[in-house]
């Protein structure tokens, strides 16, 4: 014989129950069947609301009666025939009549005790399993109802009775020996005292009368329908990447549901635990699907992590002083006390030192426990041996369970390090001696990075999530968001990197989706979004709270250069091509470098320099590795070497600049390049990478544009100088010409000073043939002493530029 449980959705309404019945029809020419069934969705909770409006003389109880009868009976009109609606439309009404007795009665005394609340929820069951119980009988004849209060008997503790298992399992045992019908349908829920009045088994207790009648009747299995594909690795509203779990043992399953895995009701596993008794976790609306098997004999080659589950609205409480230390009994004084205010303990810890004891409760009960222990302990409290309790609200508990973790080493180190990688502070940590779970408190608003951090380290094939806040999408944004699309699937299959845009703003608009903008559409998204706001912009990305989040600066924005502080200090990644913020004031540079070692968030800049190049990854290396660098020489402009490659007797300064900027090699302010601020930004960046402590104002900059042209406010202003002082500009050329040079903007850098210029390269000199827009850095160094570390390349350009950082995006989901 089997037992089948559907409940909550799987009878929501009366196409679900047709479901059902058909899944119950198909299992029924196989062998004999118990089913037992929940109330229709929402009922239980209408019923609860109805009976303490009606306490609270609140006249609207009686609506909610009109509401749960035509919820029925619309029930009825849509699952039972004509021919049988009429008897069992008198049975249901008769019974709504009796409900609304119960209410009127709460309504004229003005309470409602613990007893009649237990009698009127069991109305939820009662009728719904009157009517499957009929629908039933319309496709199975030989079926029929069994009150679930004439076999199951429990003690008089109305809300969550106690089962008493012998009288139980003998009134089941003779039942259902004596019964000959194929399939026999009962309410869950719901069971009696021994005098006879209704109780109830608490809520989801309807996983719990199944358990019961199975173990009663040494059943084959049992098997809870329910919604989703069995029991999850992670709560997949959460997670949504969780995997449904083929097999797993019934203590893995008793730790998941007690850590609020809601598919199944945690007591549901211990009256079977003893028989052996096999459990499905199946879909009703998906009946193919493996589901979940719970038994004795799980995988055990699988993952030793079979699932992370967490518990929410936690409170934690500390009990602590000197006065505990070697004073036998002070545990037992403190778990006394909650007893006796039945106040449940669902996480506890202890230091070996004896000096304080930490234990979780729920969140609604944390201000009556701190009360209740305060007066306990008072005269230990007066005395200054013991503090008042701690308490500290809106916590959550996170758990890995898995039978095999006793076997497997470091799976705590992996937990731990996991989650302050993404700076998650773990506030209390618990582990049983059979090492079946792992438990960690943490702040509740940190769960959902949490759990998806840990189901991508334990359960994703190690596959990083890495999620972008992008800001700035001109001509390198454009580049890099096309890189990103193309490249998305070789990363995640060859890097085990999945990267996500979750956010694009430029000037005038900004996009969120904490789901991944669909980059082949991400312009439209970005059209359709909000007025970009800077401010807005870090308040989402921080409140999403999402792992392995990174900010991306496109921009040469001073006001985004000057806001990286706050993604750092909220363990968000910046990556940036922006120079701004590295080669500003000194002790922003340090404190920005600081925030990103403090908080555990990277902070990359490989694009500040060289674009593309891996200048700076280079330099970091060297300086890592114990070598210390003592002279720098550097054509680090991609757009001036570009310019004066160019530039030629039929090829003008000024068309020259232009169409640098063009090809896209110049900032938007051509100004920055061609008065060497920019390279002098990109030689005090090397410098202070070099581990010296330099300012801007440090560096000579031989600037070689006329006054004029420097003193222009506007683009056109500046365009039109260069043309006005073409003679000037005539002059450095044919100069060069008659030294049998090339004009090259050079930053150098020794002995404690650092100079910008144009100069004059002979043709013996490596930057003499230094093509098109290539940047090319020589270190001198302890080691590169008389041939120095040279590094040469494309500097400049959108394509380059977006794949430095891409590059930089990848190094982070490296680590």
């Not at 049975?91 to 007795?101: C, E, M, R």
């Not at 470091?410 to 049983?432: C, D, H, W």
């Amino acid at each position: 014989m089997k037992v089948l449980k559907f409940g909550g959705t799987s009878v929501a309404n009366a196409q679900n129950i047709q479901l059902a019945i058909n899944i119950v029809n198909n299992k029924a020419k196989e062998e004999k069947l118990a089913v037992v069934v929940s109330a229709l969705s929402g009922v239980t909770d209408m019923l609860l609301t109805a009976s303490q409006k009606a306490a609270s003389k609140d006249e609207t109880y009686k609506s909610s009666i009109e509401e749960i009868k035509q919820k029925h009976f619309d029930t009825i009109a849509q699952l039972i025939d004509s021919a049988n609606q009429n008897q069992l439309l008198i049975k249901i009404n008769s019974q709504i009549n009796q409900l609304q007795t119960l209410l009127d009665g709460c309504f004229l005394l003005g309470e409602l005790s613990p007893r009649t609340s237990d009698a009127i929820a069991s109305f939820g069951e009662l009728l719904s399993s009157q009517i499957i119980a009929t629908a039933l009988q319309q496709s199975i004849p030989n079926s029929n109802f069994k009150d679930s209060r004439e076999l199951i008997k429990t003690n008089a503790n109305f809300g969550k009775a106690s089962v008493d298992f012998e009288v139980t399992n003998q009134l089941i045992a003779d039942y259902f020996n004596a019964n000959k019908s194929q399939v026999v349908l009962l309410p869950g829920f719901i069971a009696s005292s021994e005098d006879g009045n209704t109780t109830t088994l608490g809520r989801g207790g309807s996983d719990y009368t199944a358990a019961i009648i199975a173990n009663g009747v040494q059943a084959s299995s049992l098997e809870i329908w329910t919604d989703v594909n069995g029991m999850f690795t992670a709560n997949p509203r959460i997670v949504k990447q969780a995997q449904p779990i083929e097999t797993i043992s019934y203590q893995e399953a008793m730790e998941l549901s007690h850590f609020g895995a809601k598919v199944l009701y945690p007591p549901t596993i211990q009256p079977v635990l003893h028989a052996a008794i096999p459990i499905w976790i199946k879909n009703t609306f998906e009946p193919e699907a493996f589901g979940t098997l719970i038994s004795n004999s799980p995988d055990a080659n699988a993952n030793p992590i079979k699932g992370i589950s967490h518990i929410d609205h936690i409170a934690l409480l500390t009990l602590e002083g000197s006065g505990m230390i070697g004073v036998a009994g002070s545990s037992k004084r403190l778990f006394e006390v909650l007893s006796q205010h039945g106040i449940n303990v669902i996480f506890i810890t202890q230091a070996s030192s004896e000096h304080s004891i930490c234990i979780g409760i729920v969140n609604a009960d944390a201000d009556r426990a701190k009360a209740a222990i305060d007066k306990a302990f008072e005269l230990e409290i007066a005395q200054n041996k013991i503090d008042p309790c701690i308490v500290e609200k809106d916590l959550c508990i996170v758990a890995l369970v898995g039978e095999s973790m006793k076997n497997h080493q470091g799976l705590s180190g992996k937990m731990f390090s996991t989650l302050g990688k993404n700076n998650v502070n773990i506030r209390a940590i618990a582990q049983g001696a059979s090492e079946r779970n792992i438990s960690v408190v943490i702040n509740e608003k940190d769960v959902k990075k949490a759990l998806n951090t840990l189901h991508e380290r334990f359960f994703e094939d190690n596959t990083k999530q890495l999620n972008l806040f992008v800001m700035g999408v001109g001509n390198v944004g454009e580049k890099f968001i096309d890189q990103i699309h193309q490249q998305k699937k070789f990363l995640k299959d060859n890097l085990k990197i999945n990267v996500r845009v979750i956010a694009l703003s430029n000037s005038r608009k900004m996009a969120f989706d904490e789901e991944g903008i669909a980059l082949k559409d991400w312009k439209a998204a970005l059209d359709q979004g909000e007025a970009a706001n800077v401010t807005s912009f870090i308040q989402k990305a921080v409140a999403m709270n999402l792992r392995n989040s990174i900010f991306v600066d496109i921009t040469a924005n001073y006001e985004i250069a000057a806001i990286y502080d706050q993604f750092l200090r909220k363990n968000i990644a910046v990556v940036t091509c922006n120079k701004i913020a590295c080669s500003s004031q000194y002790d922003n540079y340090k404190n920005l470098k600081s925030l990103s070692r403090k908080y555990n968030a990277p902070f990359l800049f490989e694009t500040n320099v060289g674009a593309g190049l891996p200048i700076i990854d280079t330099l970091k290396h060297l300086i890592a590795s114990g070598d210390k660098v003592n002279r720098i020489n550097a054509v680090l402009s991609g757009s001036l070497n570009f310019i004066f490659n160019n530039f030629s007797d039929t090829y003008s300064f000024h068309n020259v600049v232009k169409e640098a900027g063009v090809q896209g090699f110049t900032e938007p302010d051509p100004k920055i390049d061609l008065s060497g601020v920019d390279v002098a930004r990109k030689i005090l960046i090397l410098i202070r990478e070099s581990g010296y402590a330099m300012e801007m104002e440090d560096i000579v900059n031989n600037s070689f544009l006329p006054a004029a042209c420097m003193n222009t406010t506007n683009n056109d202003d500046f365009f039109a100088s260069l043309i006005e002082h073409a003679d000037h500009f005539n002059q450095l050329l044919t100069e060069a010409k008659a030294k049998d040079s090339r004009l090259k903007f050079v930053a150098s850098f020794e002995n404690g000073k650092a100079s910008v210029g144009l100069q004059f390269i002979p043709s013996d000199s490596p930057f003499y043939n230094l093509e098109g827009k290539d940047n090319i850095v020589q270190f001198y160094t302890d080691r590169y002493v008389d041939q120095p570390l040279l590094i040469k390349g494309a500097g400049a350009g959108a394509a380059v530029t977006a794949s430095g950082i891409f590059a930089d995006v990848i190094r982070i989901g490296n680590v």
